[in-house]
């Protein structure tokens, strides 16, 4: 049987630019020859406050992105992870055999705790790569492709499920990250030392999937760049100029070599213009599918539906094994 991939985005907002290329745009590759699971992770987002009624939408946003972007429900499956009750039972079952100390070390806890100090984060946030474990092995994944940010989660879900296994017999896959070589970690347009990211204050840094062609424009002209002319491929010396030109690949195709090549003797403007408009040509008929979910979801619904059944089902099957290897029920 073919290997089992599984991701999720958490539907805190409209994707973005960040979380195209660091993970959806893999998934409409891997898809071709895997199993694939693709969740909207809303138990998730919920770790930190969301409003409701914003919430589900854009939990049907993220759904209408998968589809806009390429993901085929014929192929993989797309599901809301709320609705597969079995995430949230394993994820307390996993919290029985994860350390405090692993959680307190996660850097994404440190950071989001950060403001409000470690006495008043909420246990679910300090639980949230345990319940990210159990999205991973509760379906046998052997492959999850994500962002750079998502490694230190994904290998607790590694130790996570050697321990289980060893506790309790041979129970878990244990799963492999799959990271690319450019991309894993978009940076803010606006601070080449921040990854571009839905929460980020300036607006200007990050490009939102439903962001308009002016929006783009905008945004791309205005971004930072850094001292020193010349468009090079050199992430520890040009951060934020290294930082568009992985954008400019993975939505024009082109190699580094030949973007610099293109570029030569040019200065940060003629580039910057070309890559606005490669911007805009790409996520012009993703935005238009979006907006056409957003006003006919009757298929969302659908693909939705038929998503979660199928989950599900293999949820189920997993969850029984759990109980028996754990003990729980007669
Ligand atoms: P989330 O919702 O923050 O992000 C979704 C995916 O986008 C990637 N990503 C980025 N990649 C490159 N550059 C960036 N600036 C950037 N920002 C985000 C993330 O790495 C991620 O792959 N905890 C996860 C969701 C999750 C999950 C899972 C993922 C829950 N359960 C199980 C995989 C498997 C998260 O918060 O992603």
């Known amino acids: 049987m073919k290997d089992l991939v599984f991701s999720g985005i958490k539907p805190t907002s409209v994707p973005h ?8 745009k893999q998934w409409v590759d891997i898809q071709k020859n895997h199993r694939c699971l693709f969740s909207i992770v809303d138990l998730h987002a919920i770790t930190v406050p969301q ?9 049907l946003d993220i759904a209408a992105t ?9 192929r993989s499956t797309i599901y809301i992870q709320s609705e597969v009750a079995e995430h949230a039972e394993l994820a307390w079952i996993l919290g029985t055999v994860t350390k405090m100390g692993e959680l307190e070390r996660m850097t994404q806890f440190k950071d989001k705790s950060q403001k409000g100090g470690r006495e008043r984060a909420g246990l679910g946030l300090f639980a949230y790569p345990a319940l990210m474990a159990a999205d991973i092995l509760l379906y046998d994944t052997s492959a999850v492709p994500v962002g750079e940010d998502q490694m230190q989660h994904l290998e607790l879900a590694r130790v996570i499920a050697r321990r289980f296994n060893q506790e309790f ?16 970690r978009i940076m803010s347009l606006q601070d080449a030392d921040k990854k571009m990211s839905k929460s980020d204050e300036s607006k200007s840094g990050t490009i939102m999937l439903d962001d308009d062609a002016d929006a783009i424009r ?6 930072v760049t850094d001292t020193g002319g010349g468009v090079y491929f050199e992430p520890e010396k040009k951060p934020a100029v290294s930082n568009l030109m992985t954008i400019y690949h993975h939505l024009s195709g082109k190699t580094m070599k030949e973007i610099e090549t293109l570029y030569e003797g040019k200065g940060y403007g003629d580039f910057k213009k070309d890559l606005a408009e490669i ?14 979910f957003r006003r006919e979801p009757g298929e969302l619904h659908k693909v939705l539906d038929a998503g979660r059944d199928k989950a599900k089902a293999m949820a189920e099957a997993k969850m029984e094994l759990v109980r028996e290897r754990v003990g729980l029920g007669r």
Not at 66 to 74: E, Q, S
Not at 279 to 292: F, N, W
Request: glycine fraction near 10%.
């Open 17 to 24: 630019l960040g979380n195209y290329i660091g993970a959806i």
């Open 51 to 59: 409003d409701p009624k914003e919430m589900r939408q854009n939990t």
């Open 66 to 74: 998968y589809l806009a972007c390429g993901i085929d429900p014929a």
């Open 169 to 184: 017999g041979e129970t878990f896959v244990i799963p492999q990250a799959l990271i690319q070589k450019h991309g894993s």
């Open 218 to 223: 905008k945004k791309i002209m205005r971004a």
């Open 279 to 292: 911007v805009v040509d790409y996520l012009g008929p993703i935005r238009e599918k979006l907006e056409t």
